[in-house]
């Protein structure tokens, strides 16, 4: 490459999880210290580490070529950037966060228009003032830099809007969501001047492919086992799979090697039923990518 793909990680609550998803794709990124400028086992690129509120407007102007940040912060901040990938991954599960209006539990507001002339705290001002204008409902939009279930608790706003995963820290606070505004996942965004650089360009393909690869091979687990031939359609028949299965004549036997990728959510069920229809020394195994 003639310059190197200046790459933005995230700061903050992503950063683990990102430098994980690199790994599992074939980058070790190394972080010293304080440092904003983290090390890659890869000469065609550097890194630096930004919050994730900031990111889409670095790569933007060009200070990044490339960056991953929530789409929430993108809409946030309405930037022009090109949209590369959409990466569902957090630090706490594998589905797409929830920017939700919430009340207290015991507040007589049930629905959006109920919040005219309310005032509402959230870290996404200007996506939130710009929601409530369509709707044509005028709110007091404050910006609350963390704690923002406190603000409402204590009377401070009549209502928030936060980012949840799950819903329990809202519940937990004692709030009650009445409407969800956006549901966010992780972006892979470029810089459109970067993007018209082929060497930069087809770098980021690279990595898009690789880091979704990461992300299904989570998912699914390979099992492999060994079946007698009297058993084996019976036990076929119970296997769901990303094709077909692979079936290998174990030599100079009647019996088979059959091996296959699924869902690991089902294979906890699957295991015992391929047991009961004759499979043995079933061997169960992770998959780092599937491409």
Same mark, same amino acid.
């Given at each position: 490459?003639? %310059?190197?793909?200046?790459? $933005?990680?995230?700061?903050?609550?992503?950063?683990?999880?990102? +430098?994980?998803?690199?790994? *599992?794709? =074939?980058?070790?990124?190394?972080?010293?210290?304080?440092?904003?400028?983290?090390?890659?086992?890869? %000469?065609?690129?550097?890194? !630096?580490?930004? *919050?994730?509120?900031?990111?889409?407007?670095?790569?933007?102007? =060009?200070?990044?070529?490339?960056?991953?940040? &929530?789409?929430?912060?993108?809409?946030?901040?309405?930037?022009?950037? #090109?949209?590369?990938?959409?990466?569902?991954?957090?630090?706490?599960?594998?589905?797409?966060?929830?920017?939700?209006?919430?009340?207290?539990?015991?507040?007589? @507001?049930?629905?959006?228009?109920?919040?005219?002339?309310?005032? @509402?705290? /959230?870290?996404?001002?200007?996506?939130?003032? *710009?929601?409530?204008?369509? #709707?044509?409902?005028?709110? %007091?939009?404050?910006?609350?830099?963390?704690?923002?279930?406190? #603000?409402?608790?204590? =009377?401070?706003?009549?209502?928030?809007?936060?980012? /949840?995963?799950?819903?329990?820290?809202?519940? !937990?606070?004692?709030?009650? +969501?009445?409407?969800?505004?956006?549901?966010?996942?992780?972006?892979?965004?470029?810089?459109?001047?970067?993007?018209?650089?082929?060497?930069?360009?087809?770098?980021?393909?690279?990595? !898009?492919?690789?880091?979704? $690869?990461?992300?299904? &091979?989570?998912?699914?687990?390979?099992?492999?086992?060994?079946?007698?031939?009297?058993?084996?359609?019976?036990?076929?028949?119970?296997?769901?799979?990303?094709?077909?299965?692979?079936?290998?004549?174990?030599?100079?036997?009647?019996?088979?090697?059959?091996?296959?990728?699924?869902?690991?959510?089902?294979? *906890?069920?699957? @295991?015992?039923?391929?047991?009961?229809? &004759? !499979?043995?020394?079933?061997?169960?195994?992770?998959?780092?990518?599937?491409?």
């Amino acid at each position: 490459m003639s %310059d190197k793909l200046k790459l $933005g990680i995230p700061k903050g609550s992503l950063q683990s999880a990102t +430098i994980a998803l690199f790994k *599992r794709s =074939g980058w070790t990124i190394n972080i010293n210290g304080r440092s904003y400028f983290p090390e890659i086992n890869d %000469d065609t690129i550097e890194c !630096a580490i930004c *919050r994730a509120q900031e990111m889409s407007r670095y790569v933007e102007n =060009g200070t990044l070529d490339v960056g991953l940040t &929530g789409k929430d912060w993108v809409a946030e901040n309405e930037s022009d950037v #090109k949209l590369i990938s959409d990466l569902v991954y957090s630090k706490v599960s594998s589905r797409p966060a929830r920017w939700i209006l919430a009340v207290p539990f015991d507040s007589k @507001i049930k629905k959006l228009e109920d919040l005219e002339n309310k005032k @509402i705290a /959230t870290e996404l001002v200007g996506y939130t003032r *710009r929601y409530f204008k369509e #709707k044509n409902i005028k709110v %007091d939009v404050e910006f609350s830099w963390g704690a923002t279930e406190a #603000k409402v608790v204590s =009377g401070l706003a009549d209502a928030i809007v936060e980012v /949840t995963e799950t819903g329990s820290t809202i519940k !937990a606070h004692g709030l009650r +969501i009445i409407h969800e505004l956006m549901e966010t996942n992780t972006q892979l965004i470029m810089n459109h001047n970067a993007w018209k650089n082929p060497e930069k360009r087809e770098k980021v393909e690279h990595i !898009a492919l690789l880091l979704k $690869g990461a992300l299904l &091979g989570e998912k699914l687990v390979g099992l492999k086992m060994n079946v007698p031939e009297e058993k084996l359609d019976t036990v076929i028949s119970q296997l769901p799979s990303l094709n077909a299965p692979t079936i290998a004549h174990l030599y100079n036997t009647n019996w088979f090697s059959v091996e296959t990728v699924i869902s690991s959510s089902r294979v *906890r069920c699957l @295991i015992p039923d391929l047991l009961r229809c &004759g !499979a043995e020394g079933i061997i169960e195994y992770p998959l780092n990518k599937v491409v």
